[in-house]
Nanobody, 115 residues
Framework: QVQLVESGGGLVQPGGSLRLSCAASGSILSIYATGWYRQAPGKQRELVARITSGHRVNYADSVKGRFTISRDNGENTVYLQMNSLKPEDTAVYYC?????????WGQGTQVTVSS
């Protein structure tokens, strides 16, 4: 019953910042990659950021220069620092971990950017 527990979502004003956290409740072995997806109502799920076991980092073009993904191996936690937030960033954000045998997903956390 390994779970990914997300936190840090909420309501922020345009131009503001927010940091999302995702921590595993149990041990996860043989991690290949971890990162974040987001999905807005009526839209397809979008890959936001990803970091691999080889330290390769990828970002969606829409968030490059504004979002930063990082991983704390000691605490088994992945973070998404979001700066200069825009209304179009409003979505439910899901963290994920890909292993050699199974994929794990967080429950999702709501991020709303509005005045």
């Amino acid at each position: 019953q390994v779970q990914l527990v997300e936190s840090g979502g909420g309501l922020v004003q345009p131009g503001g910042s927010l940091r999302l956290s995702c921590a595993a409740s149990g041990s996860i072995l043989s991690i290949y990659a971890t990162g974040w997806y987001r999905q807005a109502p009526g839209k397809q799920r979008e890959l936001v950021a990803r970091i691999t076991s080889g330290h390769r980092v990828n970002y969606a073009d829409s968030v490059k220069g504004r979002f930063t993904i990082s991983r704390d191996n000691g605490e088994n936690t992945v973070y998404l620092q979001m700066n200069s937030l825009k209304p179009e960033d409003t979505a439910v954000y899901y963290c994920y971990v890909i292993t050699a045998t199974y994929d794990y997903w967080g429950q999702g956390t709501q991020v709303t950017v509005s005045s």
